[in-house]
């Protein structure tokens, strides 16, 4: 029912800014909030900055200052702003959504992912 389709991934050097974007579609009656994640080789998936429909905002101590995510309610989309970039910061960056959507002639609520987008930070 619903998709989301990220953007903006790639390699940069240390120091550096990339801004992933992360478009959700389908039958959305709201969308309650969302968010990125990411995943290192090796390593779980951790939360890095989640945004709600209200505005509020959080994210992971290690991207605090460097990264901003926001939205754009008018196209169902988020961004991740991210500058300062490290090594560390490598992985792969996955959008998440919580959806309400129309079915039926109900609405129900899910948690969406998207694809995924390579971050990668050379020292």
């Known amino acids: 029912q619903v998709q989301l389709v990220e953007s903006g991934g790639g390699l940069v050097q240390a120091g550096g800014s990339l801004r992933l974007s992360c478009a959700a579609s389908?039958?959305?009656?709201?969308?309650?909030?969302m968010g990125w994640y990411r995943q290192a080789p090796g390593k779980q998936r951790e939360l890095v900055a989640t945004?709600?429909?209200?505005?509020?905002?959080n994210y992971v101590d290690s991207v605090m200052g460097r990264f901003t995510i926001s939205g754009d309610d008018g196209k169902n989309t988020v961004y991740l702003q991210m500058n300062s970039l490290k090594p560390e910061d490598t992985a792969v960056y996955y959008c998440?959504?919580?959806?309400?959507?129309?079915?039926?002639?109900?609405?129900?609520?899910?948690?969406?992912w998207g694809q995924g987008t390579q971050v990668t930070v050379s020292s």
């Open positions: 389908g039958r959305i009656f709201r969308i309650n909030a």
């Open positions: 945004i709600t429909s209200g505005g509020d905002t």
């Open positions: 998440n959504a919580v959806v309400t959507y129309y079915r039926g002639g109900g609405t129900y609520t899910d948690d969406y």
